[in-house]
């Protein structure tokens, strides 16, 4: 049999191919669980390896250690089958088990092969566009959907969703006219796709076109914020072009309606929380028990602590943020720890992206936290420029932007400061954020207007 965009697949299901197709249609679009309609794939022909392995891929692309378990179970549910599954199945089902042993590269390396033999196969796509984004590969982001773009008709089902990928691989490319407008045209039919929503989203944020940007979100509320593993991170969104007019309790009452508490429950959910709270904090707005409501909803931050480096400094922000220093040391040394394992113990590429990026950051911020402003400033400013090795979006990481600026404020580095703010004003239009920050490092606005 072959699915819906001609990949070949081992089974003779109608009912099981239906089902999958569901799944990679929620994984696409993050509406419901794919999990569900997984199970009802396997239920239908359990001898069908790639449903088993869609099982395992679906779990990784979250950054769940809780979840590697039962990642590692589907596989081993679906390696019995491998003997009848296609050469394509095959491949999928080796990718998998090298993203569940950390290696997210060579994982990707996988599915790049299954796209270049079936350049319509979404389900390698979305797995290796995720672990991509993960690991801040920018280039592939935009070059491996680029690859395949030409191969999709544009009346597939799915297409939009490809669209929507490459709209983001063109706005972490900085290409942000040609993102918008791609992101643009993928919901511009009836296909909710609140990844090219989330695109868009991201060139306004880093245009600085905030007002705008709320308007964008706010009218197309119903295609990202309802029943959506995306919405959390699209409300940050939102948040964030109010904290870029400095509406700090606007921000504030969507982390307490969508953003935090019951809102979050996994990793990705709580980093958004951890990264919107310490915003507020560095803008001076008191978050109140929001901290330590966050820290106590964190799971296991410091058993998980080597997974990957970015959850890590998110969970260390919310240590931080609660005031429990001593779990914020626990987190740091066994974060540490594991990344100086030999390679085969612990997560390569994790090992990599922590050594290089998240110690020295959690390093930095642990600083920041204990008034040890010039050490946190000699700490994230070396970062900037490779901070995109341990993943995360542009937007994300102006976290470490915003970190030093607050730390180079009341005379503690005037000079860093107006750095920070010439890049800033050069790369969007004056905001009241900006102008926040200028007045607290001590630099008047008008000497850093651009031409
Ligand atoms: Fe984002």
Redo the contacts with the bound molecule.
């Keep these: 049999m072959q699915d819906s965009r001609g990949c070949p697949i081992r089974t003779t299901s109608p009912q099981a191919l239906e089902h999958f197709e569901r799944a990679l249609w929620r994984m696409l679009s993050f509406f419901g669980d794919p999990v569900a309609d997984l199970d009802a794939a396997i239920a239908a022909d359990p001898a069908w390896s790639l449903a088993h392995t869609m099982q395992a891929d679906f779990m990784l692309t979250l950054t769940e250690p809780a979840l590697v378990p039962k990642a590692r179970h589907a596989l081993e549910a679906a390696r019995p089958h491998l003997g009848h599954a296609t050469q394509r199945e095959q491949l999928h089902f080796a990718a998998a088990e090298l993203a569940l042993a950390g290696r997210w590269r060579d994982a990707s390396a996988l599915w790049d092969l299954a796209l270049r033999d079936q350049p319509r196969d979404m389900l390698a796509l979305i797995c290796a566009h995720l672990f991509d984004f993960y690991r801040g590969d920018a280039r592939s982001l935009r070059a491996r959907v680029a690859r395949v773009l030409p191969d999709w008709p544009a009346d597939d089902a799915l297409y939009p969703y490809v669209l929507g990928m490459y709209a983001f691989g063109l706005e972490e490319c900085n290409v942000y006219p040609q993102a918008e407008a791609v992101g643009r045209r993928a919901v511009a039919g009836d296909a909710k796709v609140p990844w090219a929503i989330?695109a868009v989203?991201?060139v306004m944020e880093m245009q600085g076109r905030h007002a705008e940007g709320m308007s964008w979100l706010v009218s197309r509320h119903a295609d990202w914020a309802v029943d959506n593993g995306l919405s959390v991170?699209n409300w940050?969104?939102l948040a964030l072009f109010h904290l870029e007019s400095l509406q700090t309790e606007t921000a504030l009452r969507l982390y307490d309606e969508s953003i935090g508490g019951s809102s979050a429950s996994v990793n990705l959910q709580w980093l958004d929380s951890a990264a919107l709270l310490w915003r507020l904090q560095l803008l001076g707005v008191d978050v109140g028990p929001r901290w330590t409501a966050l820290a106590a909803a964190w799971a296991d931050p410091i058993a998980h602590a080597g997974y990957y480096a970015f959850n890590d400094v998110h969970a260390l922000l919310a240590l931080l943020g609660s005031g429990d220093a001593a779990r914020a040391d626990a987190l740091l040394v066994a974060a540490a720890e594991r990344a100086s394992r030999a390679p085969r113990e612990a997560a390569p590429d994790n090992q990599a992206m922590a050594v290089e990026v998240g110690l020295p950051m959690m390093r930095g911020l642990v600083d920041f936290s204990r008034g040890r402003m010039r050490q946190c400033i000699d700490r994230l400013l070396p970062l900037r420029g490779i901070a995109h090795h341990f993943g995360g979006?542009h937007?994300?990481r102006d976290l470490i932007d915003q970190t030093l600026l607050a730390a180079a404020s009341n005379g503690v580095d005037c000079g860093v400061g107006r750095a920070l703010l010439n890049e800033r004003r050069c790369a969007k239009p004056l905001t009241p954020l900006t102008e926040h920050w200028a007045r607290r490092v001590g630099v008047s606005t008008g000497s850093i207007q651009p031409d």
């Design positions: 989330h989203a991201h991170h940050w969104h979006s937007a994300q």
